[in-house]
């Protein structure tokens, strides 16, 4: 076991509701590495990132995330994989009727903080961080697009992970905001030395941030030389 990678699949297959929708997968991932995962719709990007959290079912081969073995992941151990990663989606999942500041400190409880000032502060901070610290009592629905998911990825990174799994962050948004999430999460990913994997079917990014790509396509996943 490689211990500077943090994700490693080796001849994997990966199943949804009992189908194989990717085989012979060989990927790995370093600590603070970014890597692309791009691919035609249906091409199984999101398989990939659902079994990487334990969404999707691995049948075959050697996977691992951090020190969790994803062929004998328990189910009751998936929320403690899930909590060591920060996870953005391209329809953002927040509660739209709550404030910015709501969504954000409802994470926190959840994942055992207890210290109202401490809460407030660790909110402070990554609105701050994303640039959104003046929505901090806004509604969520009276954000754009691109503060949406600017806000998703502040949720994202509420516990300091070591990985980022973005699946198409900017799927819903125009070319200018999509570059300026990308930044953002390239920033996060300096700043704070977090692994990102970014899939997305937008080529026009990868051009952006030079980093390793692998495609998805023909049912596997080859990095692109
Ligand atoms: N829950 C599921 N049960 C069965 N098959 C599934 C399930 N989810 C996805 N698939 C199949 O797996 C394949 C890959 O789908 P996936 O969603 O991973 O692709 P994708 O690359 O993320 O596509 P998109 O760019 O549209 O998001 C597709 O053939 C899809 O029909
Ligand atoms: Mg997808």
Redesign the pocket.
């Known amino acids: 076991m490689d211990n500077q990678l943090i994700v490693e699949l080796r001849d994997v297959v990966i199943e949804?509701?009992?189908?194989s929708?990717?085989r012979n997968i060989n990927f790995n991932l370093a600590q603070a590495e970014s890597v692309y995962l791009i691919?035609?719709?249906?091409?199984?990007?999101?398989?990939?990132l659902?079994a990487l959290y334990g969404e999707?079912i691995v049948t075959e081969g050697q996977a691992r995330v951090f020190e969790y073995d994803l062929r004998k992941l328990k189910r009751t151990k998936v929320p403690d994989l899930r909590r060591k990663m920060g996870m953005v989606f391209?329809d953002f999942q927040l509660f739209k009727h709550w404030t910015v500041a709501n969504n954000l400190s409802f994470v926190l409880t959840a994942t055992d903080w207890r210290d109202k000032t401490l809460i407030k502060q660790r909110v402070e901070e990554v609105l701050t961080e994303v640039g959104l610290i003046k929505y901090f009592n806004q509604k969520v629905f009276q954000l754009s697009g691109g503060e949406q998911q600017r806000l998703a990825i502040a949720r994202s990174i509420l516990n300091r992970p070591a990985l980022i799994i973005a699946?198409?962050p900017t799927g819903n948004l125009d070319p200018d905001t999509s570059d300026e999430i990308l930044y953002l999460l390239n920033k996060v990913s300096r700043d704070h030395k977090t692994a990102v994997i970014f899939?997305t079917?937008d080529y026009r990014i990868i051009d952006k941030f030079p980093a390793r790509v692998f495609r998805?396509s023909e049912h596997t996943v080859a990095e692109v030389e």
């Open positions: 949804q509701s009992g189908i929708v990717l691919g035609k719709s249906g091409s199984g990007k999101s398989s990939l659902k999707a391209q699946d198409e899939a079917h998805c």
